[in-house]
Each structure stands twice: as structure tokens, then as C-alpha cells.
């Protein structure tokens, strides 16, 4: 038995206090990126993610213009998922698409997982 079982208690309250307030990232929970416009990985992140989408030989060539939101997931290097705004070039209108882009340890290049029409 422990000798001081409250201190025990104490240690476990400030834990579990600690641990519920912290806005510490988790590793493989996604994460909300504060202030995006003034973040250039991440605006390259999207950028590079129209380019791959482009080249997958669509029928519409986006143009990027902005990332307005993103979160990352913290895996073995990083999933990024992105709010893109994009101009369409066969609409002739900005749309906003969802990407999920791999950064992975050891990876010479991203990988795009996913990249669609945001839904309304």
C-alpha cells in the first residue's frame, strides 16, 4: 500500500486537469493549423495539391488562388488535410475543394490521398 496515497491523488487530479485543458497536439489525432494565409507550407502544400490534381489528367484545370483552412494529423511524418480555393477553368467560377496530402518520413515528394468538390 502507499504511503502517501493523497499526495497519489493530487499528482493524478493535476494530470488529468493538465491533460484535459492542454491544446498539445496528439499524435495521430488531427489538429486545426492556426492562421493559414500566413503560412507558407501549408499554402505550398495546397498549391502542390491542384498541380498533382491537374496532372491526374482532369477535365477542368484548376488554378490555385489560397488555403483557407487546414488540420494535420501527425502519423510518421504528417497528413494534411486542406480547404483549397480554386479557380475553375472550365466553370469560370472559384470553388472550394478538400485535399488530403501525405508528408511521410523518408518520402521525396508528397502524396495526394484525396482531393474533391467541397460539399456544401
Keep these: 500500500m502507499a504511503r502517501h496515497p493523497g499526495l497519489l491523488l493530487i499528482l493524478l487530479a493535476a494530470v488529468a486537469a493538465v491533460a484535459t485543458t492542454s491544446r498539445a497536439q496528439w499524435v495521430g489525432g488531427w489538429n486545426v493549423i492556426e492562421d493559414v494565409a500566413g503560412n507558407n507550407q501549408i499554402q ?45 477553368s ?20 508528397y502524396q495526394l490521398s484525396s482531393f474533391k468538390l467541397a460539399t456544401k
Design 44 to 88: 505550398r502544400v495546397g498549391a502542390w495539391a491542384v498541380g498533382k490534381h491537374n496532372q491526374l489528367g482532369t477535365n477542368d484545370r484548376l488554378q490555385f488562388v489560397r488555403v483557407v483552412a487546414a488540420e494535420e494529423q501527425v502519423v510518421q511524418g504528417s497528413n494534411y488535410l486542406v480547404v483549397i480555393d480554386a479557380a475553375s
Design 90 to 109: 472550365r466553370k469560370k467560377t472559384r470553388e472550394l475543394y478538400v485535399a488530403v496530402v501525405a508528408d511521410l518520413v523518408g518520402a521525396t515528394t
